[in-house]
Structures are given as C-alpha cells and as structure tokens.
C-alpha cells in the first residue's frame, strides 16, 4: 500500500454542539456543552489526536494570568488588560473572563491537573511586577493533556481525530449549520450538520516565517495554520484587530520561549549586552516587543536572558521545571551548543508575525458569551478577540462558549444549508489531487511566508504592504491552478497552504485600513507614526462582504471598569526613557 | 514543472530493536501534532515519513519502550 | 460510522490480549486500557500490576494513575513495594495523582510501613487529600530516622492548617536537616499564634542561607509577622542578597515603615534585583525619609530599577 493514499469517501453526522479543535479552549468547551445537557450530542473535532494536540501538547510552566482572590482582583486586572492593550478592549468579555477563571483552576487541580502550592496548600502566586500578581507556576504541567484527556473519555464525548475542517457550513438564514472536514490521512470527507458550532482551532502560528527557515520551526506548535481564522472569515464572521499582530519574545534558533516568566520570578531577567535591563514597560504588549526590538537593532543587541548571577541551587530549580514542561527539547538545544546557565547567557530574538489572543488581541471577534457575528457560531482560545488570555483564557472562554451553546443548540432546529456548497467545497479541496504535476504545497507555503516577511514584518510600510498583496495575489492564482498534492498527507498541507494565504492576505487589508501607530511594535507604520484616539478609538472588524475582504470600524463598548487619569499617567510614566 | 526528490535529513530516529510496532503498538503515530511519524510496512516499525517536526516532544516520551529519540531539526540547531 | 470516532475500548479483547505470551502484546493492550477511561479496566490494570515482566509492571502502575478511585490507590499502594525501583518509583509518582479524599483510608496504613520509600510515598500522595485523620501518622512520622519522610509529613500537616499540630512544626523548624526545616518554617506561616513567628524568627539565625531565605520570606505571609520586624530589620546585612532581598518584601508587606531607611541602601547593591526590590518597597512604604535615596536612583542603568524607583517617588506624595 502506498503512504497515505487517497480515498474516495464522504460521510455525513449531526449534533447538537460541535467543537472544532481539541487543544485547550476545545476539550474544555466540549466537556461543558456536555456537563450543561447530558443528552446533547456534542463532538470534539481534532486536526491531530486529542491526546497531545494544541499548544499544551507537552504541557505548560505554569498561569500567566491567574486571578486569585487575595492576589488581584478581576476589576484590577480588566484595568490592567485595558492598558496593556491601548484601550481597544471590549471590558464586559475581559472581566467575564477574570471572574470565572478562579473556579476553572480548582476545577482543573481537581482533574488533577498541578498548580505550585505553598506549605499551607494554598496556591502559591508569583508576584511579578507590583502591579498585580497574576503567575501560577505548574511543577508537574506535563501532566495537563494527560488530565484533560482523562475527563473527556470519563463522559464518553465523541472524539474524532485526524481531520482537518476546511469550511463552515453556512445556513439559508444566515445561522452555522455544521462543517465540512477532510480526513488526514485518507482525505475521506466528513460533513457534520450541527446546531452550534464552537471554533478553538488555535492561532494562525505559521504565518511569518522563523529565522531558521524551517517552515515547522514556528514558535506556536505548527499544527496551528489559521484555518480557524480563514473558516471564520469565508462564512462571513468579523475578525477583529488583526492587525495587532502577535510577537513575542523567543530564544534565537531554537524559536521556543525562554520562559521569562518562569525565571522571572527566581530572579532572572532580560538584559542587552551591557548586562543592564531595558524594558521600561510593565506589561506583556506590543509596547514591551517594540522596546525589544529597538534594542535588538541598537549598539546594545544582543538580547540575552541572563540568570548567571543567581546561585547554584536556584539554577537547577529553574532547570528542572524549564527543561522538562512546555518545550522539553529547549534543554536539548542548550546542550547541543554548549550553553549552560551558570555561565553563559542565552541570547533572544522576536519571533516571526502571527495572529494570537492568546498573547495579543487578533482574533474572531467575540462577545462575553464567546459568541461570534454569525449566529450559533462561538469561537475560544487564541483564535477569540479576549486579548492576553493565554492558557487560562482558552479554558475559561472554552468553558463560557460551551456552556451557552449547549443552551442554545437546545432551542433550535438543524439550519437548512446549500447542498450545492458541498460539492463546491469537494471540488476546491480534490483540486490539488487531480493534476499530473505541479507546485507542491511545501513551496507554495514557502513563498507565501517569505512574502509575509519580506513585506508585513513591522515596521509597516504601505509601499511594502501593497507590494505583497499583488505577490499573494499571484500565489493565489499559482495555488489555485498548480498546486498538486499526491497522497492525504500532502493534501493537508495543501489545505493549510491556503489558509496561510488567506491569513496573510488578511494581515495586510487590516493594517492598511489603520491609518495610525498602535500596539507598539504590532502596529507601527512608519506614514503614520503617532496614535490617533480621535479617529481610531475603536476595533477594527475585518469581514467578507459580497465575496471581497472589507474592513469597517466598530466602537468600543463603554467600559464596564472605569479607568481613571491617574492610572493611565503612572502606566505612561513607565515608558519615560533614562535621563541618562 | 516534473518534481524530484530532494534529500533532508530527518530529526526523529527509532530504534527497531527496542520499537514494538509490530505488536501493534502506534502510540508516536498516534500522538504527533504535525502526523508525520508512520509505521513502515517493510520493516513494521515507526519511521519519520516527512520532515515537518515541532519537536515537541509527545513522541519520544509517550513511547512505552523508549525505543524513539527526537534530535533538534538540523536547520535550527 | 466505524472509524469516524476514537472507539469505545472492548474490555474482553483487551483481557484476552493481557494473557498473551507476548510481552509486547500485553504492553500494547495496556496503553489501550489506560486510554479507555473505563473504571472496569482498573481490575485489569491491577493484575498487570502483578505480571512476571518488570516493564508491563511499570505500564500499569503508569497507567493506574489516570484512574481515581480506591482500587487503584490499593494496587498501586502494593507496587510501591515491587522488586524493581523503576515501578515502585512509578508507583509512588501514580499513588501521587489521586485525587479522591476516599483513597485515604487504603493509604494511610502505609505510613506506619516499615519502608522509608513506603512511607514517604503514601505521605506525599495523603497530603492534597487533606484529610484530619492523616495528622496523629503525619505527627509519628516526624519522628522518622529518614529526613524524606519528614518532609512530606511536614507537607501533609502543613496542608491540614490545624492549630493543634503547632508544636511539632515548632520542633521541626530546628531540624537537623535543613529541607525539613524549610518546609515547617513555609508550613508555620498560617497560624496565628505568637510562638508561630517566634519560631520562624529563630530561623533567621539558620546557619543555612536556603533556611534563612525561607524564613524571611515566611514571615512577610505570617499572621503574626510584625511581632518579628525587629530580627528581620537585623536580616538587611545578611551575607546573601538572596536573604536580605526577603527580608526587604517581608517588611514592606508588614507595613514596618521604621526599617525604610535600612532598606533604602540596598539602593546601592550592585545586584540590580536588590535595587529593583528596595524601591519598590520604599513606595510601598510611602517612606518619604528616603525621599534623597530614591532620586539619587533615579537614573540607575537597570531600567527596572528606574521603573520602581520613579513608581516609588509618585507614591510619597
Ligand atoms: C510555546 C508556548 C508556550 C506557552 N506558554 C504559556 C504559559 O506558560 N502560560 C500560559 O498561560 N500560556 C502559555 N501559552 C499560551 C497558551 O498555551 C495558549 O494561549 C492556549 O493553549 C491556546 O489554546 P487554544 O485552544 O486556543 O489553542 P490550541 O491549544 O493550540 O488548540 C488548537 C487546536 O486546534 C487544532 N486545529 C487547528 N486547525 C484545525 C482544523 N482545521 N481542524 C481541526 N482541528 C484544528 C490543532 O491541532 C490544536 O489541537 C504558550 C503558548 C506556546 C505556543
Ligand atoms: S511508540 Fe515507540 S514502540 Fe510504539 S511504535 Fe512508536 S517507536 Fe515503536
Ligand atoms: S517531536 Fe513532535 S512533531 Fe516531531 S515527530 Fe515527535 S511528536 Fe511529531
């Protein structure tokens, strides 16, 4: 049998909730569309296997945004995520977020799932700025999957994995009817008719193109293709603020986190090669990257992590944690070049562009109940506008999203869909499979993220920005008329490739139609270089109108947590440079 | 454009000695996240099918034999 | 729709796959049942805790830790004395991730084993059970020749926060193995009692710099911190930055604002976190008496440094 051989096959199911994507917002989404009705019929849809898929795969160092009582408080901490993100927040998500998400941690540490506990049991929150004090290490953060997993087959959920959705399924009346999926190894199709639908399918992580060159050396797990943002946006939901790209903070090379949030808190930090820190904001923003990257171009790069000065035994504690959860290969790197922490700092770098809510604000757009513009559309996790949500977020937000469609799914019928839309969506997706030669998918994505990097990478340039859409414009046409892909596997690809296109072409539309600076580093044009609150107080929402990408503005609902003057003074006066 | 076959050297490495797969063990296939790690049907072991590794990990530490070691992609070495 | 959702496990087929001659066989059949979720699987994985093959041993006291529950907890409670290290090492990591408080009453017969391992092992998985009658084992095991054992005594008293076990901490904070006396010194912080911080005082005084970290540290969470400020102003010269760093926290935490001027020379530590630390305290302790310290900071090369140091000035007012 030859690998992976192609299939002719297509299956049709329906339930009441369908989550799509089983990392972390979607395991968690499905688990509680079930809890909330026993006897809906909910199905947890996976591109990989459950068991070890998402960002979580190999685990998580710990919470970058608990909020635990007596150590912050939800009102504090919307205020804080107000600032961070340059006001373009909608607060009544934010905050519904940081009131639910204490319950979440004591339900997932009594899944078993470990939080770092002082010696009285209570949860032991790391302060890391004194602003508030939101980090929640997790000695055993290998075990999170494990844990997870353990809670789905305990309630017996549909699992199905290794399928790709490729499409949503759009009803006569304007609600989601299901989804259209391919199998990954066999492109089999799947089509599954649902009254509620729950997008969790991660970040658009493989946009930009690492250092490296490798296309699967991206710092999100590389499963992560954008096909949530590409699905979302050709059933006609608004994707919010894309151009507030995602970037962060890496070890060079090796493209993984140095986890700063880990050492931070036994005493390691970043310096430039004078061996002084540099970063004057307090936040994890765009505003921290840009300060970053200007040091990276200066006299002063490079940028190290540097944890030399700390002693012997806090080094190896910060080894054990570091080099077993999250990134277990980082020790392998290290070791491969020699570096040890006693001596040698570890040099940093930014990552490549993605888009994230996890670490930044570009996402579907969302409301407090996770609902998307579509009816009976939801979406989670790093894919959802809630910005800086990290892991917690897309459990807390996974757990609002299938608690509500669940309820809804109750009240309504199956939506009347186009069967003609099917043999459409089969058409685009075989496409690749019926030429006798071609472009391989490889190098139709190669070209695209360097594209993305040649062109998109902030600073942006508009010159540079329109450049590119004519570039993607002609791999569009490349892709749709030569991409070939001669087994399942390489069709996956070929699917992913065109999300990334689509991503990419989305990246640049949004951060053309901004005519202003903000977000620091993620929106920084170089014709617009200033913020303007007058014009541009307000969220972008991108969105597909009569088949063209359309941009239009929308408001920012009043805030539900006022922020006053002085608040925003003491955060301004962190970005004061040295007198010196 | 006719396509060739271009070399690459892969990160994951098995050893068949130790590797169970032809007892019917696919626990590495089953977990990776990107799916490239196949049971060959020469050898009725796991290999790397295609270079597109996370290196994340999952594989090597899920395998019940320790028989599959994951080195560091060579390009970001 | 075979093949479309991750199948529901066939226990019978599994059972059979576990009298395989085959040692890869039975290994693959228990990788299945673990993933099965199913609670009639745990008997299964209990006789494969006892099979001839040290490996499929080790599989099932993996695999036992993914199920909850009494039986698992007392198959894995008999692994923890296998021949070979590698499972009762499994074991011990398994017993550890059972959550429900029922498994205590198969567990706590193991603190009285006569095996360190053992005892330590059950010690450690009883403590997030938190259940009250683990504390007359615990206090006993405090006695223990084996230092591992105290600790995890120390941990599962500590997790109880009962007034009553006050005294045998106090003792443990004059352990003679410094990890002990680390954990009871963390664990003392909860009780409101004056001889609670009295006892964590004395442990500034620790020869061992880890303990005096602790110490310090502890009492800035301690109910009845303040009672100590005076040994913890002492503390501002310790030998290691790392102890004086506490001891900076644990005072701007219990508002002890006659210490501001001794921490405000840790202005001038040349470990910037020590820097960073005493401004950041000086603002949380509005101590306008260090006003000239902190603008003589104010342009330090360490930006966060800078960053508290000018946080600290707009606290003064
Ligand atoms: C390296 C790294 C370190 C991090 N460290 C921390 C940390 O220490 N603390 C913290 O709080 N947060 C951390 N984060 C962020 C946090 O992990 C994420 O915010 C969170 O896990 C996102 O969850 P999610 O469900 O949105 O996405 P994921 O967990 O990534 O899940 C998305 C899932 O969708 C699947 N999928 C994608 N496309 C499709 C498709 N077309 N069809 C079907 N399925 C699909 C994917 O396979 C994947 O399983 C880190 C992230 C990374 C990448
Ligand atoms: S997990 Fe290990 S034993 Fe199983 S197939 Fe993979 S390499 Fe072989
Ligand atoms: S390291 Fe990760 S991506 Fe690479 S083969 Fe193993 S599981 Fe797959």
Redesign the interface.
Known sequence: ?S??KIVDGL?E?DCDVLVIGGGTAGPMAALKAKMKNPNAKV?LLEK??V????AI??GMDGLNNAVIPGHATPEQYTREITIANDGIVNQKAVLKYAEQCYSIIQELD???IRFQ?????DFDVKKVH?LGTYVLPMPNG??VK?AL??Q???V?L?????YIATRLLQGKDGRVAGAIAVN??TAEF?IVKAKAVILCMGAAGRLGL?A???????YE???NSGDGYAMAYHAGAKLANLECFQINPLIK???GPACAYVAGPF?A?TVNN?D?????C?YWSGQMMLEFYNELQSGKGPVYLKLN?L?E??ISEIESILHKVE???RG??HA??GTDYRGNKIEMHVSEIGFCSGHSASGVFVDEFARTTVPGLYAAGDMASVPHSYMLGAFTNGSIAGQHASDFAKDVDFAAYDPEDIARERERVLAPTRRE????PNQIEYKTRRFVNDYLQPPKVPQKYRLAQSRFAEVREDMETGM?ARNA?EL??ALEASSILDCADMAACSSLFRTESRWGLYHLRTDYPGRDDENWFCHTLLGKTDGRMICEKRAVDPYVVPIDDDEKD?YY??R?E??? | MPLANTPTSVPVVVDNEKCIADKGCTVCVDVCPLDVLRISDLTNKAYMAYDECWYCLPCQCDCPTAALTVNIPFLLK | MAGIFEDTADLDELAEALRSADAGERRVAILALADSGLPDAVPLLASAARDPDSGIRLQAAIALGSFDGAEAADALTKALTDADPAVTRAAAESLAELKDPRNADVILPFVAHPSAFVKEAALRALKELRRPEALKPALDAMRDPNAAVRIQAVGVIGFLKLEESVPALRSAASDSDATVRRAAINALAFSQAPSSSEAIARALDDAEWPVRESAAEALGRSRSGVSAKDALIARLDDEFWQVRLKAIRSLAALKVRAAAIAIAHGLTHPEPNMRKEAAAALGELKASEALAHLERAADDIDADVRKNVRWALSQLG
């Open positions: 049998m690998l992976d299956t199911v199905i990989a296997n068991k070890r898929s998402g795969s190999m009594k899944y078993g506990k002082n010696e009285n049991g004194h290998d075990t494990k997993y353990r789905l087959r305990r017996q549909l699992i199905s994995n290794r990954t190894r799947l690492p490296s060159g490798y296309l699967f050396g991206t797990n590389a499963a090379d090796y493209n005493g930090y004078e002084a820190r540099f970063i004057e307090d000065h002693h035994n806090t990134r277990p290969s392998q790197f491969n070049r030669d071609g472009i391989p070939i596997h996956l690809r003491i006066r962190q004061i040295a007198r010196a």
